[in-house]
């Protein structure tokens, strides 16, 4: 298992439309991928759950992969937080 | 007639087509067979994400925006989802039923949240629901996509799913039964520019298929008697119109400036950061009344300064370094607020009200002032201070400011430096000593609508005085000269966020006076650069002698009237 902590940036945080895009991504990875944020544990998967967890712009969101593809899963992950979500 | 909320400006004219919910009743029993069922189920997720693709397709061809749509596909293939419902079948609960226990636990979970744009959400899972369980008992609605030209469809609400359907050109009219101006119907018929109405209380009860329907989607008014006469008359209006329409769409886009070459600020009053939509699609270059109340009102407690902060760093961020003035409260008057133990007054519009009650609340007024300068870091945001009479009172307000900078430079908070900070000039004290109060201000923003009551001292509600209340009686215009005067002296920028800088009758007197910003609704934005550019400060000046050398306000009146 491995984690890393990153900050929301985009304006919108993680609503509609980023989070569709963030769920799609990570849903072709095989590991287990959770996000925590504000106490709150999420499948990173399952963008009906991200969106009910209003994570905004500014949060600092723990991301956790487990499994064969942990590695990718999180670089992914974490670059797609990093760079804003798609937003411009 | 029967009123509403105009939410979508137009005249529409047709005959009423009602939306009646057609009843989604099913047996809540468990199926025989648990794999059948999941294929039954599975195949009205296939037909809901074909059906789906295709009616965005179409709305993409139609220039509007498919992905709510496609959202909802998303939505419904989010895995855990799925395996909920799939997992409720597999112990026992019929498709319908399982749909309706998922689907109802994350509407319940978006509604419980305090955070808009995911409360909006509820909105769509709550469609989603509706259109499986359709599917799935094979009931069709009203063929939304064949209908008979000039309907005014009567609907609860209007869907994203209905409006992709719908056969737009033949639409004339929406009418609701729920919904405000920012609700999902209210961005859609905007965006559709199909004139609508909504919040008609008991529409459904009151208006009958077939019959002929006026709606009036600027005024808020629907007409369900129509004569021969109120007929042409609203064809009239629907005409003047569409020819306004047409010719300010060409101002869309553009730059504001006179007919010799001055370039004006063009700014749009909001009430709420949710707002801020209908400011860019009224394409206006700012906003220059931010009004917080809202923020303030239909609660039980205080806002936090987090909640202020998110509030105005949406709109400092939505409006992209266009400049954002925001309005500190302006509570008191007819803006009572329960929590705030405010003392029922005699004379409410001369008592303790905005910067007054904001000056002895200080904390309260620090953290609105903190959340402010927080959200500076975030855009060009602007600090404006209600019904200022006295100089000590903007003179506190910078101290305040600078004090709470400091603060923030300790703990490495950012914020716009150099946040400029003005008064709004409506009470004759402030008009009297505009050239005391300018020396204290970055900037002043004329409020006509208070100005106009309490320079004339009438209230315009009070139909026994209220003939008395308008801004284009000499004194109010006199008041409004020197006011900017007394700015253009000082070299600071004079703007007007009342109802009157939409005006175009006064406009050109504004012209000439050397106003520099205009703040009007921000469906006025157009029209109001349109007029602008027709305009060059020669004329105007010879118009603005003209109508200050008069005595009344009825000569006025007809002199500017007949010009414009």
Known sequence: MITKTVTVINSQGFHMRPATVFAGEMGKFKSKITLESGGRNVDGKSLMNIIAACIKCGAEVKIICEGEDEKAALDKAVSMIESGLGEE | ???????????????????????????????????????????????????????????????????????????????????????????????????????????????????????????????????????????????????????????????????????????????????????????ISRSLKIPAVLSVENALALIQSGKDVIVDGGSGEVYTDVDDALREQFLAARKRFAKKAEEEKKFRGKQTVTKDGVVKKLYANIGSHKELEAVLDGD??????????????????????????????????????????????????????????????????????????????????????????????????????????????????????????????????????????????????ACLIADLLAKYSDFFSIGTNDLTGYIMAADRGNADVGYLYSALDPAVLRAIKHIVSSAVKRGISCGMCGEAAADPRLIPLLVSFGLEEFSVNPSSVLSVRRILSKLDRKTCDEISEKALSMENEKEVSAYLSSLS
Not at chain 2, 151 to 164: D, G, Q
């Open chain 2, 284 to 429: 206006a270059e700012g906003v220059g009344l931010f009004r917080t109340e809202f923020l303030f009102m239909d609660r039980n407690s205080m806002p936090t300064e987090e909640e202020q902060f998110e509030a105005y760093k949406a709109v400092a961020v939505g409006m992209r370094g266009k400049e954002v003035i925001i309005r500190t409260l302006d509570v008191g008057g007819d803006k009572n607020i329960p929590y705030m133990n405010l003392k029922k007054e005699e004379n409410p519009f001369m008592g303790f009200r905005a910067i007054r009650y904001c000056l002895s609340n200080r904390e309260m007024y620090k953290s609105q002032l903190r959340a402010i300068l927080r959200a500076s870091a975030y855009g060009n945001v602007s600090v404006m201070v209600p019904l200022v009479t006295r100089v000590e009172e903007i003179r506190e307000v910078r101290e305040i400011a600078e004090e709470l900078k400091n603060e923030l430079n300790v703990k490495n908070i950012p914020y716009k430096k150099d946040i400029k900070i003005g008064a709004m000039i409506e009470t004759p004290a």
């Open chain 2, 1 to 187: 007639m029967l009123k509403g909320i105009g939410a979508s400006e137009g005249i529409g004219i047709g005959k009423a087509l009602k939306l009646l919910n057609k009843p989604i009743v099913y047996e809540d029993i468990s199926p025989s067979d648990p794999t059948e069922e999941k294929k039954r189920f599975e195949s009205a997720v296939k037909v809901f994400c074909d059906r789906n693709e295709e009616r965005a397709k179409r709305m993409d061809q139609l220039g509007s925006d498919g992905e709510i749509l496609r959202g909802h596909t998303a939505m419904l293939s989010d895995p855990y989802m799925l395996s909920q419902m799939n997992e409720l079948i597999d112990n026992g609960a019929c498709a319908e039923k399982a749909v309706e226990t998922v689907c109802d636990t994350f509407i319940s979970i978006f509604s419980a949240t305090d955070d808009e744009l995911t409360k909006q959400r509820a909105v769509d899972v709550r469609d989603i629901k509706k259109q499986l369980q359709k599917i799935l008992l094979g009931i069709e609605d009203v063929d939304l996509s064949r209908l008979p030209p000039d309907t005014i469809l009567v609907v609860e609400e209007l869907t994203p799913s209905m409006t992709a359907e719908m056969d737009k050109k033949n639409v004339a009219g929406i009418v609701t039964e729920k919904g405000g101006k920012t609700s999902h119907s209210a961005i």
